[in-house]
């Protein structure tokens, strides 16, 4: 070969050198022997070679989750365009419409837009409209067959082409592949390294080597075989994710080698440990920022995870008492981060659930305490009156203070709400007796601002700047800004609302609104802008008209609903906005804030003061 390309310019390619990568040293000796060589090479993996440049090929390009696109920006997608026209070599009269585009661009997407299934996709037409193939995408694998015969077999069926390369792969990398199949939106080095080494049967990947070097090997193997896919987090940390049709498929050879079961149940005990070790975060005063706090932002990450042990948990709990107990245990940890993140109903779900299903095993206080301020939150107060006393009584026979005194705050707010404020004032004051002391400095700044809205609700309202005024010192020593945010801006900005002080309190609901919405805090954005809309109402009654709308955008759901007092707010400034502008005019309005939500908060941020960096409590 060398003596024919000699000193002449030429152009070598290879094709699907996976197949020979112990031969890549022969692809350096040519090159070295023929000075005006270049050499091509397609392959699986790269050949690792001195000089090599790998250029890696992305799957096509697709539409994001979030995008609603117009047909024709549908149409400009690599990915749309490889069906289209794939669908009409087989059907010519086939056009992308507004009725069929939303299912294509789904079909690319479950596709991962990998061009062989697309293809493989497409090819279905013949008997299926694109929204009855979406239907059976459900499982990918079966539907992606019968591809041209004219091509080799290993591209004749998706399942062919991932085997191809699976295949190809030692043993104990296959193992591996198959393995991290049970993890949801991928995971981390140090997860994967968890689940291969607590293995009794399987202490290491690799003979010979630790458990971290093996799946440090093995997952480097997968990476450079295109089997799992790279990426850095915001906070720096590698994360490994396998494409859905390729995980589909691993999951198959999972259950082929009999390991489903051992591998589930390590996954879920993996879950339960990364939440356990999280946990103390959720209500140590040395938290700064729960909202934008790292193990929030670790729990988003693995939420996928999670869901899916939690899953299975509940549907072994009636064959494995443990599994009830883990998924309780798991729910416990969860529910400030389904109230933080406004998923309520999902976190309702789960709460119930995994208490229906508790069997003989102890569901914990904390478990129930979390049903009931979730709840709450929906506005379900029959549901959330048990089951906070049921918290309460579960915390006070454990003799655990803390919990008890969560539990009276949550039911001070509930008591509140309902205009029971002789009873609302008897919780908050017990619960700040219970956290009066150096380590309970959070609890007894919240309980302080309770009885402040017990002061206001009773118009007494020196009393309210009063109590307030000492939250305020307790959040500001904490560096507790959910009180600086919601205290000071926020209901102080009632206050003076309602002292007749509308330039102070609009000054106020804007500071809070700019902390609020630094932390993605939506539900109290949504408070905020019905503030601002109250004082607005009279000098400027189509903004207030458009704050309103946006502020009920936000409180759609799965948000929590309006509060009583929200509500109050909201109707007040409403029906004072409607009789200004007429019912025409406010309609208008008041759909244009709900259509463009976004575009309200910017305007009303812009005359915010600058954010602080603010904290958030779960209740």
Sequence with gaps: MASFIGDRHFLLVLDNFEQVLDAAGLVVDLLDACRHLKILVTSRAPLRVSGERVVSVPPLSLPGNRERPSTALIAQFDAVQLFVERVRAIRPEFALTEENGGAVVEICRRLDGLPLAIELAAARVRLLHPSAILTRLERRLPLLTSGPRDVPVRQQTLRNAIAWSVDLLTADEQRLFRRLAVFIDGCTLEAAEWLMQDSQEMPNILEGTSAETSVLEGVSSLLDQSLLRGETRADGEARFTMLETVREFALDRLDEAGEVYVMRRRHAVWCLALLETLAPSLWSPDQVSPLQAPWLDQLEAEYGNIRAALTWLTGMAELEPDAAEAALRMAGVLWPFWRIRARLSEGRAWLESVMAGAGSAV??????????????????????????????????????????????????????????????????????????????????????????????????????????????????????????????????????????????????????????????????????????????????????????????????????????????DYNWAAGEARGILGEAAFAAALEAGRAQPEAVLTEALEEALPPVVPDSGPL
Aim: glycine letters at 12%; proline letters at 4%; aromatic letters at 6%.
């Design 363 to 568: 569901v914990p206080a904390q478990v129930v305490l979390g049903a009931g301020v979730l709840a709450w939150a929906q506005g379900d107060y029959d549901r959330a009156r048990p089951l906070l006393q049921r918290a309460l009584d579960g915390f006070r026979v454990g003799h655990d203070v803390e919990g008890a005194g969560r539990t009276l705050l949550a039911l001070g707010r509930l008591m509140w709400d309902e205009g029971d404020v002789t009873r609302a004032e008897a919780a908050y004051a017990e619960a700040l007796d219970l956290f009066e002391g150096p380590e309970n400095r959070t609890g007894a700044a919240l309980a302080r601002h309770g009885l402040a809205l017990v002061a206001y609700r009773r118009g007494e309202y020196q009393q309210t700047k009063a109590l307030f005024t000492e939250a305020l010192a307790e959040w500001s020593a904490l560096g507790h800004v959910w009180g600086l945010a919601g205290c000071v801006p926020g209901h102080l900005g009632d206050l003076d609302r309602c002292l007749g002080n509308e330039q102070a309190a609009s000054a106020k609901y804007r500071d809070s609104l700019a902390l609020h919405h630094s932390q993605g805090d939506w539900e109290n954005v949504a408070w905020n802008l019905i503030g601002l809309a109250t004082v607005a109402v009279t000098t400027e009654p189509a903004k207030a008209a458009r704050l309103l709308g946006a502020a009920a955008a936000l409180k759609e759901p799965p948000a929590a609903p309006l509060g009583p007092d929200e509500r109050k």
